[in-house]
């Protein structure tokens, strides 16, 4: 099958293969839309068995961005890059110098961060061969840095105005919330809930994780079999993808689902199941964007601290948005927020 007839091909501007034979370096570039401005999204270092599986999340992940970045107002497109490595994950300098030139080739269109397997300092080695990166170390006080705290306020905003409409409660306190995933977000969004006086359930499949935050936030730890059918007042997904399908939405005991994990959806008709059973579902790309604000901040030196804290703070806004054009139009908050994104890049 060709490219363009690929399922996930979504007219994307480009896709770059990059072959970098003294390295070994075998890459992806895509860039979905620029419509906004460069295409922003991480880079992604995993070993796929089937090189037509780079292509697809390739594909994928850079309309996901471009769907992210203009739903949080950002000035800028969606872009996704991938590092096929191999068996034994050999990461090298050449490698990373190979991708810097790479990127740096496409003159400012692409623009990349951190994403799954590869770190701050692997980033810091790429904006040796080139500027167009984001996610470094920055000094404090500065706009930068781990993105993790900065989702885990979009995310908690998000819990708030998403128990508001629900629920019609102005704070979480008294509240249950049922997390899955104890990570960066996830810990991040515990102590933000306990502080409104929220009682916090959490599971990690690594349990001494889970029991840190569970001490930090005096809540309670429990098995990862079982949070995703905990009663509770909100499911907080915060740990992997795909985790809402037709046998866990029948599970669930809870009037809300809004968290940070990405692609939570298992399929498009998953969004329609939730409403059918009555729950909220705050939009992933929406509700976690805090991260990518303050990335795209960082790399487009358009504002301060506070400013990033501002447009965090339009989360919540944007997803009552979401929320009302659904109660208006009967389609499921994800088919919305869609919807709202492909007008937003030029696509509706
Ligand atoms: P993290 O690696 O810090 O934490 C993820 C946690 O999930 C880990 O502790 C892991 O052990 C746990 N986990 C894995 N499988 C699990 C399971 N089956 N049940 C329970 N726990 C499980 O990652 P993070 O940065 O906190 O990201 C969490 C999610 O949010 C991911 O889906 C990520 O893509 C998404 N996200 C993160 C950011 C960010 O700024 N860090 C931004 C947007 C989206």
């Not at 037509?52 to 390739?58: E, K, P, S, T």
């Not at 623009?111 to 810091?124: C, W």
Request: charged share 20%.
């Amino acid at each position: 099958m060709s490219l363009w007839d690929l399922p996930d091909f979504d007219a994307h501007e480009a896709v770059h293969f990059v072959c970098d034979r003294e390295s070994g370096l075998r890459a992806i570039i895509g860039i979905h839309s620029t419509h906004r401005g460069p295409a922003g999204g991480g880079t992604r270092f995993w070993h796929y068995a089937d090189p037509d599986q780079a292509v697809a999340d390739v594909l994928r992940l850079s309309r996901g961005m471009s769907y992210k970045n203009a739903m949080a107002g950002l000035a800028m497109g969606g872009g996704k890059a991938v590092i096929l490595a191999d068996a034994q994950r050999t990461k090298t300098p050449e490698m990373l110098a190979a991708f810097g030139r790479a990127v740096d080739r496409l003159g400012g269109s692409y623009v990349t961060a951190e994403d799954v397997g590869i770190s701050v300092a692997d980033m810091v080695a790429v904006r040796e061969q080139t500027r167009h990166v984001s996610g470094l170390p920055v000094a404090e006080g500065s706009v930068g840095g781990d993105p993790g705290p900065h989702t885990s306020l979009g995310v908690y905003l998000g819990v708030r105005a998403a128990v508001k409409r629900a629920l019609g409660k102005d704070s979480l306190s008294g509240l249950h919330l049922a997390i899955q995933g104890a990570g960066s977000v996830a810990s991040g969004l515990a102590r933000l809930a306990s502080q409104d006086g929220a009682r916090i359930s959490i599971a990690d499949i690594d349990a001494a994780r889970a029991q840190r935050v569970a001490d930090e936030v005096a809540g309670t730890v429990v098995d990862p079999g079982e949070i995703m059918a905990l009663e509770a007042d909100v499911l907080s997904p915060n740990a992997l993808g795909a985790i809402l399908d037709e046998q866990s939405i029948a599970a669930l005991r809870v009037p809300v689902v809004a968290g940070g994990a990405n692609n939570q959806l298992a399929r498009p008709e998953d969004g329609d199941r939730l409403q059918a059973n009555g729950i909220l579902y705050a939009p992933d790309y929406v509700i976690n964007a805090g991260g990518i604000i303050n990335v795209a901040t960082e790399y487009l030196n358009d504002g301060d601290q506070a400013e990033v804290r501002r447009k965090i703070e339009q989360i919540p806004v944007r997803l009552e948005e979401i929320w009302t054009e659904s109660a208006a139009s009967g389609r499921n908050p994800a088919a919305v927020a869609d919807l709202m994104a492909q007008r937003l890049i030029g696509r509706a």
